[in-house]
Structure formats: structure tokens, C-alpha cells
């Protein structure tokens, strides 16, 4: 089960080319105190000590043309230099846009090119971290009276923002006026819900969205687990569950999709568009039958269940989450 309240990490995948990957382990060493915000330690001069010169001895041993995947790089910038031009979430879009050309138009086959497509994914997940990371001891902006020690990110219940990160985001970006800085003085945010996940509505009463939400949050939880850690190795089933067959579904489901283990927001979405469509583990394995090709009375015999409550249980799954040869 994965803990929502685990510490920050960074993830350095599988097969990361080790100048990186020791530098990636000795950038979390470090970066304790570092956050986007701070004055004193800007986690941008951390990644212009240790990944910058990494990253430089890594590109000196691969292809000259593998630098035109990596931002900045083929115009003769850092790493570092790049992410102070463009920022660090934009930093990730481009990025993972290079990726993709670059996957389209190299090979990918030899060991050489996964190595470089594990080096720049862990880059990826570097860059989501730091702007992630906050310091510990940093204010919102001048005349907004807010606690920015709370907690910062995801909704507990899906991919959204929190309202107060939602909020902290525009006073970053400069997207409010003095109205809108005054009103939220006056107001709770919440620091675990979203706006469409908060427990009470304007009216006082309580949001059964939120309700809803909260009675499956169990279930929410369990594919989330299974949607990382399929993610992390997309190249075979892993024993996410205790069923082959279900482990099966979780694979091809997300080979459907572009997702990436970077893609947190995304895979939290997925694991709430699961749960609410009561894509049960049942339904799962009926889906991964059908996919194989067994019509509804063989789908029956083989889960010593009748072939009504198949077509029923068929009938209720949306057809997104059918698998497509």
C-alpha cells in the first residue's frame, strides 16, 4: 500500500546511467533544506553542484546527437542554466516532449539507447521533486497571511491539487488581486481536499462527492499502488495483486496509455476514475477473459460463476476500460 505521507523521493529508474544515478543519490543527500523558494539554498544551485557536472561526463561518452533530447544541452547550456530560463514544471513538459522525439525517432533497442531513456526519465523525476520540494522555513508572498508549513500537493482523494496549493500556485505566479488575496485571509482552505473533494459545500452541508469519495478511499489507495508500481516496469504484468489475471488487465490498461511513472497527477486520476467506476477485480478478470478471446459462457466456467452475471457485469463496464487488441 503505498503511504501518502512518505517523504519527498526521487525516483532513479532502473538502468540509469550510474554518473547519474550516484549523483541523483547524493543530490537526496543533501537537498534536505534546498526548496525553489529559498533564498539562502536554491535547489537550482544544488543541481547545478552535482547534476550539472554528472550529466556533462554522461554526454561526453554517449552520441554527440543523443544532445539534442536533452533541453538545453545541444545550445550549449546546463542542465541547470535551462531550468532557470524556462522553470522547473515547464522544464518537465519539454523534457518529456524530447523524450518522446526521441523515442520516435532513435531505435531504442540497444542497451545503450534504454540506458539513455532511464537516464533522462530519472532526470524527469529529479525536476518534478524540486518543484515539489518546499523549504522549511518560507512565506507565501508579501500581504498573504497564510501557513505555507501546511501540507502542500495532491488531494487525498485524486489527482487535483489541494485548495491551498491550487491558491499558493496563483500567489507564485502572480494570478491574484488584492481582492482575491484579502477574501482568502478570511477563508479555510483545505490543505487535503480539492475544491470538488472538500468535505462541506459553501452551503454548510455536507459534499456527497466527498462522501462518496472517502467511503472508497480504501479501494483508491489499492489502485493507486498498482498503477506506480506497474508503471515503474511497463515492460511485463507485475504481481500488483494477488491474481494474475487482474495483474494482467493493470498491464495492458496502461499500455493503452502515454502514462509515465513522472505522471503522478495522471496516474492518481486513473486510480479515482477506477475506484468510482467500480471496476472491481472481478470485472477485471472478465475483461482480461474477453480480451483473450472466450465468449461469455466460457468466461462463466472459468469463474465458476453463470453466464447472466458475466453479461450483466459486462454490461455495467464503461467501455473505456476495454481493452483494445
Not at 455536507?206 to 483508491?220: D, E, G, M, T, V
Amino acid at each position: 500500500m503505498v503511504d501518502m505521507k512518505t517523504e519527498l523521493t526521487i525516483h532513479i529508474w532502473e538502468g540509469c546511467a550510474p554518473p547519474l544515478s550516484d549523483a541523483i543519490l547524493l543530490f537526496t543527500q543533501k537537498w534536505q533544506p534546498y526548496s525553489i523558494s529559498s533564498r539562502r539554498y536554491p535547489v537550482i544551485r544544488l543541481i547545478e553542484e552535482i547534476i550539472d557536472p554528472a550529466l556533462a561526463v554522461y554526454m561526453k561518452i554517449i552520441p554527440a546527437r543523443y544532445a539534442n533530447f536533452v533541453a538545453g544541452i545541444s545550445g550549449g547550456l546546463s542542465f541547470s542554466e535551462t531550468i532557470r530560463l524556462v522553470g522547473l514544471d515547464k522544464m518537465v513538459r519539454l523534457q518529456r516532449q524530447l523524450l518522446r522525439q526521441f523515442v520516435k525517432t532513435e531505435s531504442t533497442s540497444s542497451a545503450r539507447d534504454r540506458q539513455y531513456i532511464a537516464t533522462v526519465e530519472s532526470l524527469i523525476e529529479l525536476t518534478i521533486a524540486c518543484a515539489c520540494k518546499r523549504a522549511k522555513k518560507s512565506t507565501a508572498a508579501l500581504g498573504v497571511n497564510l501557513n505555507d508549513q501546511r501540507k502542500n500537493g495532491f488531494c487525498d482523494l485524486c489527482g487535483n491539487l489541494t485548495e491551498f496549493s491550487t491558491f499558493m500556485k496563483q500567489v507564485k505566479q502572480k494570478k491574484t488581486n488584492n481582492i482575491e488575496l484579502e477574501d482568502h485571509k478570511k477563508l479555510e482552505l483545505s490543505h487535503q481536499y480539492c475544491a470538488k473533494h472538500k468535505p462541506k459545500l459553501a452551503s454548510c452541508e455536507w459534499n456527497p462527492i466527498y462522501r462518496q469519495a472517502k467511503r472508497s478511499q480504501l479501494q483508491f489507495r489499492t489502485e493507486l499502488d498498482r498503477l506506480i508500481r506497474q508503471c515503474a516496469k511497463r515492460s511485463k504484468p507485475q504481481p500488483t495483486s494477488g491474481d494474475p489475471l487482474v495483474n494482467s488487465y493493470t498491464f495492458y490498461y496502461l499500455m493503452g496509455t502515454t502514462i509515465q511513472p513522472a505522471d503522478l497527477a495522471e496516474i492518481r486520476n486513473h486510480a479515482r476514475l477506477i475506484t468510482d467506476s467500480k471496476l472491481s477485480d472481478r470485472k477485471k478478470q472478465m475483461l482480461m477473459l474477453q480480451y483473450h478471446g472466450l465468449n461469455q459462457s466460457e468466461i462463466a466456467n472459468r469463474l465458476g460463476i453463470g453466464r447472466q452475471a458475466v453479461s450483466k457485469a459486462l454490461a455495467s463496464i464503461h467501455e473505456r476500460f476495454y481493452l483494445q487488441k
